[in-house]
């Protein structure tokens, strides 16, 4: 099913805004030379449309890059995040200064083609897995400065967020559990030092899951472990703890992997491996 645009958690303004105003400060730099070739009380209608099918996403990046330039510019949106889209669809129309439209244009499309295919990816990967109960997740694997936007992406298209960075929740690997002297004393550690946030452990055999549970991890992530060490590390756990695969998920290997009854999936490919849907602005 489909993410309604209410039940999608919005991006935080202040961070879209500072996305926006680097973007800005890299392409327009001391000014738009071009742009300054128009008549400044010139006004126009700019329409945006998608050549190709996809999902919409980056509303609110568009419209803090017009509203950054310092210009009025009304935009007209015709679909909200999280809407297919398809061949020749208007996406919204934008009415101001020409000036100010042209010199948006890149900034607002690059933001909105890489979010657009950002979801559209996402949306791509849920519905092979739609009516299984596992959850797919995304991973840190975004493009730089642009995660909590490619991670809003990744809600728009139907998918689900893992942690956000290196702050928010314990992700304890092998070098960590070295470094620490065991999984159960990586797990006591983490528990002591920030009460309350999630604590996940990375393993790779059925040794290092039965010590993560009885460590009392709230999740276990199963490195590359094969269809069948799966299934049997779900009976094994029982409900214990929230169990996640990871490694070598494909489109091909997706299903079977969701079908050993794991709690979720996690695929870099949801940020890492997208391409930018095709958009197009007019003056109309």
Known sequence: MNPSSESI??????????????????????????????DPGAVATARVITREDGVLCGRPWVDAVFGELGATVAIDWQVADGDNIGPGDTLFTATGPARALLTGERTALNFLQLLSGTATTCRHYADLVAGIGAKLLDTRKTVPGLRVAQKYAVRCGGCYNHRMGLYDAF???????????????????????????????EVENRAELEAAIAAGADRVMLDNFNLEDMRSAVDYNAGRAELEASGNVTEQTLLPIAETGVDYVSIGALTKEVRALDLSLRLV
Do not use: F
């Not at 805004?17 to 890299?26: H, I, P, Q, S, T």
């Not at 159960?184 to 528990?191: E, M, P």
């Open 9 to 38: 958690q919005a991006p935080d303004p202040d961070t879209v805004l500072g996305n926006v105003r680097v973007a800005l400060a890299e392409d327009v730099g001391s000014g738009d030379i071009t742009a300054n070739l128009i």
């Open 171 to 201: 992700l304890v690997k092998e070098n960590h559990i070295a470094a620490c002297g065991g999984i159960a004393a990586a797990v006591k550690t983490a528990r002591e030092q920030v009460p309350g946030a999630p604590v996940e452990v």
